[in-house]
């Protein structure tokens, strides 16, 4: 039975204190995200008890209300009916969720860190996902039809995928300094500079170059990803220092001179190479945990990535996962494990669709089933279900658990970024075997361990 929406938005504007009580609202993928004059006049306990309300969140001064697949009819009412203010679209990464309330120790850094690597990364990794699955296109066309390569349609196509990851460190500086909140045109420069055609020309040649005297390492920083973000950190510093300390008659020249003039240098002697040696040895952790685990470390991944998406960590691994498919050519890793997770939690909520008599769980459940499947969003099924009824999310484990090991036995390889779902099959080419084992050992698993564990849909309205 669906939600009736009406009912639910008109409940939930009720309980939040009413129109007058709203400054803007905007959302995210299972968020409906209000920003409240006042918080204490929000009903916060009887809002977690409307049909159709998976959770409730406040943080980074949004009161958020979880409505997963409700999410876009709610958020389309609200704002006709009301009149509301509305705000541009966030990202899903849930930042707010990370370390709330702390101001220092580990978990407020790792917060921090996480916190800049998705506001960075999240936005070009969507161009990422086209051009990756538009390489899939263009290979599976030449596969099947080889002379296809030499039509210049097919050559400007195969352009167009390959620019995205060619000119990563481009997008990266624009995100990070986006980030940072400097002027976009300087990190820009710098990773510009690393790409430059002369410069990329003196690569693997006998004429050494240096910097006042200082060695320049001469390596292809394209598809690399912490040379930019090093450079974009270093940039945003020096715009803030000289336009700070140059006087205002006198900025609008020499700060952009000084900004390019100092940061240039340090970026090419210092801090480009050093971002290469850190992505290196971040990809060799990877592989060599690879090699010593015979591949059973992608179940492990897999079996934690719901704690994982709940903690809202899932954005640190974007980092590691772009490094090891740009320095390897594949991710035999992190993409397999993201995408039998998120099978995993539609097999769980599938296995609840089997077992339950509640007609209406069992269309939540094979709904947030679908997402998580088709369209790669495990949140509904995370927060709508699984967690809700606890043992099926035992059974997200089993699954994870048992379909990554299988991946990683069997040698599953992504050799481009796609989206987290089962549609991003093909984008482990002369692997795909492997992927679809791995896919049906993750959801017999969780079906079957969801259906013989069971759960408990008492306290779930009918």
């Known amino acids: ?163 995205p ?54 390596v292809s920083y394209s598809n690399t990803l912490l040379p930019a973000i090093l450079s974009a950190l270093l940039a945003a510093r020096l715009e803030k220092f000289f336009y700070k300390v140059i006087p205002g008659v006198l900025r609008s020249v020499f700060a952009p001179l000084f900004t390019l003039a100092a940061a240039m240098p340090i970026v090419m002697v210092v801090l480009a190479p050093l971002g290469t040696i850190a992505g290196n040895y971040i990809v060799s952790i990877f592989v060599g945990i690879y090699d010593v685990t015979g591949g059973v470390a992608i179940g492990l991944l897999a079996a934690v990535w719901p704690f994982i998406v709940m903690g809202g960590m899932n954005m640190l691994f974007v980092a590691p996962m772009t490094e090891l498919l740009a320095n390897t050519g594949y991710d035999n890793f992190f993409r397999p494990a993201w995408i039998l997770h998120n099978i995993a939690e539609g097999g769980a909520c599938t296995g609840v669709a089997i077992r339950t008599k509640n007609k209406k769980l069992r269309s939540e459940a094979i709904s947030a089933a679908i997402g998580a499947i088709v369209s790669g969003v495990s949140e509904p099924a995370i927060y709508g279900i699984n967690l809700r009824l606890k043992k099926p999310l035992y059974a997200v484990v089993a699954g994870g658990l048992a379909g990554g090991a299988a991946a990683g036995i069997m040698g ?46 008492s306290a779930i309205a009918q």
């Not at 000119?167 to 976009?184: C, D, E, H, Q, W």
């Open 165 to 218: 990851f060619y000119f990563m460190p481009v997008f990266i500086a624009y995100g990070a300094s986006r980030t940072l909140k400097s002027n976009p045109a300087f990190a820009m420069a710098m990773a510009l500079m690393l790409l430059y055609p002369n410069f990329v020309q003196l690569i693997g040649g006998d004429q050494a170059v240096t910097i006042f005297g200082l060695p320049v390492t001469l």
């Open 1 to 163: 039975m669906a939600v009736n929406v009406k009912e639910l938005s008109d409940s939930i504007m009720k309980l939040i204190g009413e129109k007058d009580n709203v400054h803007s609202v905007t959302h995210c993928v299972t968020r409906l995200r209000f920003i409240l004059k006042d918080v204490e006049k929000a009903d916060t306990e009887e809002i977690k008890k409307i049909d159709g309300v998976l959770g409730v969140v406040f943080g980074s001064g949004q009161y958020q209300i979880v409505l997963g697949p409700n999410l876009f009819p709610v958020f389309e009412y609200v704002v006709k009916e009301y009149g509301l203010e509305t705000d541009d679209e966030v990202e899903e990464y849930h930042k707010e969720d990370v370390a709330p309330g702390k101001t220092s120790g580990f978990g407020y850094y790792l917060g921090k860190v996480i916190q800049f690597l998705s506001a960075t990364l999240t936005p070009f990794i969507t161009v990422l996902y086209g051009a990756g699955m538009l390489k899939v296109a263009l290979g599976l066309s030449a596969y099947f039809w080889p002379d296809v390569t030499g039509n210049t349609t097919y050559m400007m196509f195969n352009f167009m995928s390959n620019v």
């Open 412 to 457: 599953a390889k992504a050799y481009t970024l796609g989206y987290s779902s089962i549609l991003a099959i093909p984008i482990f080419m002369d692997t795909m075997l492997a992927i679809i084992i791995a896919i049906g050992v993750t959801f017999a698993v969780s079906v079957a361990a969801t259906v013989v564990m069971g759960f408990d849909d």
